[in-house]
T-cell receptor, first 112, second 117 residues
Protein backbone atom coordinates (compact mmCIF):
# COMPACT_ATOMS: atom_id res chain seq x y z
CA UNK A 1 0.00 0.00 0.00
CA UNK A 2 0.88 3.66 -0.05
CA UNK A 3 3.04 5.18 2.65
CA UNK A 4 4.82 8.42 3.50
CA UNK A 5 7.86 8.66 5.75
CA UNK A 6 9.01 11.93 7.29
CA UNK A 7 11.97 12.80 9.45
CA UNK A 8 11.33 12.75 13.16
CA UNK A 9 10.92 16.02 14.98
CA UNK A 10 11.02 18.36 16.60
CA UNK A 11 13.30 20.33 14.35
CA UNK A 12 14.66 23.29 16.29
CA UNK A 13 16.18 26.21 14.39
CA UNK A 14 17.13 29.81 14.95
CA UNK A 15 15.44 32.52 12.92
CA UNK A 16 16.90 32.91 9.40
CA UNK A 17 18.35 29.38 9.40
CA UNK A 18 17.93 27.05 6.42
CA UNK A 19 15.25 24.40 6.73
CA UNK A 20 15.02 20.94 5.25
CA UNK A 21 12.35 18.42 6.23
CA UNK A 22 12.82 15.10 4.49
CA UNK A 23 9.93 13.15 3.01
CA UNK A 24 9.98 9.91 1.04
CA UNK A 25 7.04 7.94 -0.27
CA UNK A 26 5.93 4.57 -1.53
CA UNK A 27 3.03 4.49 -3.95
CA UNK A 28 1.66 2.77 -7.03
CA UNK A 29 1.88 4.72 -10.25
CA UNK A 30 2.33 8.46 -10.21
CA UNK A 31 0.91 10.06 -7.10
CA UNK A 32 0.36 13.75 -6.45
CA UNK A 33 2.45 15.04 -3.55
CA UNK A 34 1.56 17.63 -0.93
CA UNK A 35 2.87 19.46 2.09
CA UNK A 36 0.31 20.53 4.68
CA UNK A 37 1.01 22.77 7.67
CA UNK A 38 -0.80 22.89 10.99
CA UNK A 39 -0.39 25.97 13.15
CA UNK A 40 -1.25 25.64 16.84
CA UNK A 41 -4.99 25.33 17.40
CA UNK A 42 -5.80 25.30 13.69
CA UNK A 43 -6.61 22.76 11.00
CA UNK A 44 -4.37 21.41 8.29
CA UNK A 45 -3.65 23.92 5.52
CA UNK A 46 -2.25 23.08 2.12
CA UNK A 47 1.21 24.63 1.84
CA UNK A 48 2.27 23.43 -1.59
CA UNK A 49 1.81 20.58 -4.04
CA UNK A 50 3.36 18.91 -7.09
CA UNK A 51 1.52 16.63 -9.46
CA UNK A 52 4.21 15.12 -11.64
CA UNK A 53 7.91 14.27 -11.65
CA UNK A 54 10.31 17.22 -11.53
CA UNK A 55 7.51 19.64 -10.65
CA UNK A 56 8.45 22.16 -7.99
CA UNK A 57 5.78 23.36 -5.62
CA UNK A 58 6.36 26.66 -3.85
CA UNK A 59 4.53 28.96 -1.46
CA UNK A 60 5.48 31.48 1.25
CA UNK A 61 9.18 30.87 0.62
CA UNK A 62 8.84 27.09 0.98
CA UNK A 63 9.76 24.78 -1.90
CA UNK A 64 9.64 21.07 -2.63
CA UNK A 65 10.59 19.19 -5.80
CA UNK A 66 8.92 15.94 -6.88
CA UNK A 67 11.83 13.51 -7.34
CA UNK A 68 10.58 10.27 -8.83
CA UNK A 69 14.02 8.66 -9.02
CA UNK A 70 14.48 8.97 -5.27
CA UNK A 71 10.73 8.91 -4.42
CA UNK A 72 11.22 12.06 -2.37
CA UNK A 73 9.53 15.41 -1.81
CA UNK A 74 11.75 17.26 0.67
CA UNK A 75 10.53 20.59 2.03
CA UNK A 76 13.00 23.48 2.08
CA UNK A 77 13.06 27.13 3.07
CA UNK A 78 16.04 29.38 2.83
CA UNK A 79 15.36 31.53 5.90
CA UNK A 80 12.81 30.49 8.50
CA UNK A 81 10.85 32.86 10.71
CA UNK A 82 9.40 32.41 14.18
CA UNK A 83 5.96 32.43 12.56
CA UNK A 84 6.87 29.26 10.64
CA UNK A 85 6.73 27.26 13.87
CA UNK A 86 4.14 24.58 13.19
CA UNK A 87 3.72 20.90 12.37
CA UNK A 88 4.41 19.99 8.73
CA UNK A 89 2.81 16.96 7.08
CA UNK A 90 3.92 15.35 3.86
CA UNK A 91 1.12 13.55 2.00
CA UNK A 92 0.21 11.89 -1.27
CA UNK A 93 -2.86 11.07 -3.32
CA UNK A 94 -2.58 8.02 -5.52
CA UNK A 95 -3.50 8.59 -9.12
CA UNK A 96 -7.21 7.96 -9.67
CA UNK A 97 -8.12 8.42 -6.02
CA UNK A 98 -8.90 11.41 -3.84
CA UNK A 99 -7.90 10.33 -0.34
CA UNK A 100 -4.75 11.60 1.30
CA UNK A 101 -2.07 9.36 2.78
CA UNK A 102 -0.10 11.32 5.38
CA UNK A 103 3.24 11.07 7.06
CA UNK A 104 3.47 11.37 10.85
CA UNK A 105 4.24 15.07 10.76
CA UNK A 106 7.34 17.01 11.76
CA UNK A 107 7.20 19.75 14.35
CA UNK A 108 9.29 22.82 13.55
CA UNK A 109 10.26 25.19 16.35
CA UNK A 110 11.93 28.46 15.37
CA UNK A 111 13.44 30.65 18.06
CA UNK A 112 14.28 34.37 17.74
CA UNK B 1 -12.65 33.37 3.77
CA UNK B 2 -14.82 30.25 3.96
CA UNK B 3 -13.61 27.56 6.33
CA UNK B 4 -14.51 24.14 7.65
CA UNK B 5 -15.69 24.20 11.26
CA UNK B 6 -15.90 21.34 13.75
CA UNK B 7 -17.64 20.95 17.08
CA UNK B 8 -16.89 20.26 19.80
CA UNK B 9 -13.20 21.08 19.99
CA UNK B 10 -12.77 18.50 22.75
CA UNK B 11 -15.06 15.62 23.70
CA UNK B 12 -14.56 13.39 26.72
CA UNK B 13 -16.64 10.23 26.96
CA UNK B 14 -16.81 6.95 28.81
CA UNK B 15 -15.96 3.70 27.05
CA UNK B 16 -19.04 2.18 25.46
CA UNK B 17 -20.83 5.48 24.99
CA UNK B 18 -21.95 6.87 21.66
CA UNK B 19 -20.41 10.08 20.37
CA UNK B 20 -21.27 12.30 17.44
CA UNK B 21 -18.66 14.59 16.00
CA UNK B 22 -19.96 17.43 13.90
CA UNK B 23 -18.54 19.26 10.92
CA UNK B 24 -19.79 22.09 8.76
CA UNK B 25 -18.01 21.87 5.39
CA UNK B 26 -17.52 24.80 3.07
CA UNK B 27 -20.91 25.56 1.58
CA UNK B 28 -20.35 24.83 -2.12
CA UNK B 29 -18.19 21.74 -1.59
CA UNK B 30 -19.47 18.33 -2.63
CA UNK B 31 -16.91 15.85 -1.25
CA UNK B 32 -16.47 15.26 2.47
CA UNK B 33 -13.90 13.34 4.44
CA UNK B 34 -13.05 12.21 7.96
CA UNK B 35 -9.48 11.56 9.04
CA UNK B 36 -8.08 10.82 12.47
CA UNK B 37 -4.74 11.11 14.21
CA UNK B 38 -3.95 9.05 17.26
CA UNK B 39 -1.45 10.90 19.44
CA UNK B 40 2.03 10.50 18.01
CA UNK B 41 0.80 8.58 14.98
CA UNK B 42 0.00 9.38 11.38
CA UNK B 43 -3.10 11.16 10.15
CA UNK B 44 -5.23 8.29 8.79
CA UNK B 45 -8.09 8.34 6.31
CA UNK B 46 -11.40 7.04 7.62
CA UNK B 47 -14.10 7.71 5.06
CA UNK B 48 -15.14 9.83 2.11
CA UNK B 49 -18.69 10.86 1.26
CA UNK B 50 -20.25 12.14 -1.93
CA UNK B 51 -23.79 12.48 -3.21
CA UNK B 52 -25.22 11.26 0.10
CA UNK B 53 -23.30 8.04 0.20
CA UNK B 54 -19.95 6.65 1.24
CA UNK B 55 -17.57 6.64 -1.73
CA UNK B 56 -14.56 5.11 -0.01
CA UNK B 57 -13.66 3.84 3.45
CA UNK B 58 -10.61 2.45 5.17
CA UNK B 59 -10.20 -0.68 7.25
CA UNK B 60 -10.53 1.48 10.36
CA UNK B 61 -14.07 2.46 9.43
CA UNK B 62 -15.86 -0.61 10.76
CA UNK B 63 -19.47 -1.14 11.83
CA UNK B 64 -18.97 1.04 14.89
CA UNK B 65 -18.62 4.09 12.66
CA UNK B 66 -21.21 5.84 10.53
CA UNK B 67 -21.45 9.13 8.71
CA UNK B 68 -24.41 11.24 7.82
CA UNK B 69 -25.30 14.49 6.18
CA UNK B 70 -28.54 15.16 8.05
CA UNK B 71 -29.23 18.52 6.45
CA UNK B 72 -27.71 20.82 3.87
CA UNK B 73 -24.84 21.96 6.05
CA UNK B 74 -23.74 19.42 8.66
CA UNK B 75 -21.62 16.31 8.15
CA UNK B 76 -21.39 14.02 11.16
CA UNK B 77 -19.28 11.09 12.30
CA UNK B 78 -20.90 8.76 14.82
CA UNK B 79 -19.08 6.19 16.89
CA UNK B 80 -21.69 3.84 18.37
CA UNK B 81 -19.75 2.30 21.23
CA UNK B 82 -16.47 4.00 21.88
CA UNK B 83 -13.32 2.11 22.78
CA UNK B 84 -10.18 3.37 24.46
CA UNK B 85 -8.32 3.11 21.16
CA UNK B 86 -10.76 5.55 19.54
CA UNK B 87 -9.07 8.35 21.47
CA UNK B 88 -7.64 10.60 18.76
CA UNK B 89 -7.93 13.91 16.98
CA UNK B 90 -10.63 13.69 14.31
CA UNK B 91 -10.37 15.96 11.29
CA UNK B 92 -13.11 16.76 8.84
CA UNK B 93 -12.26 17.95 5.33
CA UNK B 94 -14.17 19.03 2.25
CA UNK B 95 -13.38 19.82 -1.35
CA UNK B 96 -15.10 21.20 -4.39
CA UNK B 97 -15.90 19.01 -7.36
CA UNK B 98 -13.50 18.72 -10.25
CA UNK B 99 -12.78 16.60 -13.24
CA UNK B 100 -9.41 15.56 -11.87
CA UNK B 101 -10.05 14.76 -8.26
CA UNK B 102 -6.49 14.46 -7.02
CA UNK B 103 -5.67 18.03 -7.99
CA UNK B 104 -8.36 19.63 -5.88
CA UNK B 105 -7.41 20.87 -2.47
CA UNK B 106 -9.03 19.41 0.60
CA UNK B 107 -9.84 22.04 3.20
CA UNK B 108 -9.51 20.83 6.77
CA UNK B 109 -11.25 21.79 9.96
CA UNK B 110 -9.37 22.40 13.23
CA UNK B 111 -10.24 18.96 14.56
CA UNK B 112 -12.10 17.45 17.51
CA UNK B 113 -10.01 15.83 20.20
CA UNK B 114 -11.85 12.74 21.44
CA UNK B 115 -10.80 11.27 24.77
CA UNK B 116 -12.29 7.93 25.77
CA UNK B 117 -11.92 7.03 29.44
Amino acid sequence: GNSVTQMEGPVTLSEEAFLTINCTYTATGYPSLFWYVQYPGEGLQLLLKATKADDKGSNKGFEATYRKETTSFHLEKGSVQVSDSAVYFCALIQSGYSTLTFGKGTMLLVSP
Amino acid sequence: EPEVTQTPSHQVTQMGQEVILRCVPISNHLYFYWYRQILGQKVEFLVSFYNNEISEKSEIFDDQFSVERPDGSNFTLKIRSTKLEDSAMYFCASRASGATSSYNEQFFGPGTRLTVL
